[in-house]
């Protein structure tokens, strides 16, 4: 199950929000829940199973989770989101909420999306089709500069390239797409408006001018360990593809990749030197199936893109099936499109993003989808 399908708006924005700020729920429940999967014998007497009901929404939502103290924490969530969303406009920083037409559609395919996410930049380039590069902190400069190879290519070919701001590889990777003249988006475990490691804070403003920088937590949160695990899951989830470039055993990097296995994203790896610790996780993950990856051809073999950015091959665009399906002038939203094509929408995505990369296709506001004629809509 993808969750694709079913996002909806069940809260208003503002509850999402405070709904977001509520720690210790427990995620399987609340996604049954919020996606309108509860059972009928779960069902509150005032309304059918898929609908939140009652005069207040949210109270009724922590009741059917499990929350013994529902309307007390409802109303302490919603000072708390009041003062989070304020604080955040004063800094400059958006918040998109899950259901929101603004939220980037791969990431609410996943499991447990973030029900909040707090940006700063452009909203838009969480939708962009995206590849992550991760790695060691402690990176050689073989790895530094493989990474800034790669993430260089990738962004010249239109992508944007997906990170966590962290020493080493990440920092690498976000140069190497700055460097390009390309998008490129960093995931914190901190607050957006908190410069985490503090030797990043050019990085951390170059990032947020060129695409975005992003957050699941609130304005002003310290970077604490626990959170970075948590983060990795929103990396892969924004993601078509993760590449790993030079990853211990034991590392964040590989967390990474399992979150991306878990979410049907495509793994790759970068291979090193046999002899050195520091490629260990990155062989394993070759061991176990992963695309080899040398250069961004690689990556875009795998991802189908091998016509890259820019293509304008209207012969390609009529054999399309899905293309073919589109009326000239019309717009459709991702459901429909699924209803059309008869395909699930966690299939559609890649293949909308993929079209929109080489401009057959683009993305409307709303997440509404439009067929193109080289750069000009039809």
Request: some cysteine; charged content about 20%; overall charge neutral.
């Amino acid at each position: 199950m993808t969750g694709c399908e079913a996002v909806r708006p069940c809260l208003a924005t503002p509850d999402m929000i405070a709904l977001s700020l509520v720690r210790g729920l427990p995620h399987a429940r609340l996604f049954s829940v919020l996606r309108g999967e509860a059972s009928a014998s779960d069902t509150p007497s005032n309304g059918p199973a898929n609908g939140l009901w009652g005069e207040d929404p949210l109270e009724n939502l922590l009741r059917r989770v499990g929350c013994r103290q529902a309307s007390a924490e409802a109303a302490k969530a919603r000072m708390t989101a009041e003062r989070a969303i304020r604080d955040a406009a004063a800094r400059g920083i958006a918040v998109v909420s899950w259901g929101d037409p603004r939220y980037p559609p791969l990431l609410a395919c996943i499991f447990d999306p973030p029900l909040a996410l707090w940006v700063r930049g452009s909203i838009e380039s969480l939708s962009g089709p995206t590849v992550a590069i991760v790695g060691s902190r402690a990176a050689s400069v073989y790895g530094e500069d493989t990474a800034t190879r790669l993430a260089s290519q990738l962004a010249a070919h239109g992508l944007v390239v997906a990170s966590g701001l962290a020493r080493g590889i990440d920092a690498a990777a976000h140069r190497g797409a700055l460097d390009a003249g390309g998008r490129t988006v960093a995931v914190l475990g901190c607050g957006v408006d908190v410069v985490y490691p503090p030797e990043h804070g050019e990085l951390l403003a170059r990032v947020a001018q060129s695409g975005a920088v992003v957050s699941e937590l609130p304005a002003g949160t310290p970077p604490l360990k626990k959170n970075f695990p948590e983060r990795n899951r929103i990396i892969s989830g924004l993601s078509r593809a993760v590449v790993v470039v030079e990853a211990r055993q034991r590392s964040g990097a590989l967390i990474t990749a399992d979150c991306a296995l878990e979410q049907g994203r495509e793994v790759m790896a970068v291979p090193g030197n046999v002899l050195s610790e520091r490629h260990r996780g990155s062989h394993t993950l070759l061991k176990s199936g992963a695309a080899l990856v040398e250069t961004a051809a690689d990556v875009l073999e795998v991802l189908k893109m091998g016509g890259a950015a820019g293509s304008t091959d209207h012969e390609a665009a009529e054999r399309d099936p899905l293309l073919v399906l589109m009326d000239p002038g019309e717009s459709y939203a991702i459901d429909a499109l699924a209803g059309m094509s008869g395909e699930e929408v966690a299939t559609l995505l890649p293949r909308l993003l993929g079209l929109e990369l080489q401009r057959l296709v683009r993305r409307l506001p709303g997440g509404r989808f439009v067929r193109c004629r080289g750069n000009v809509l039809t």
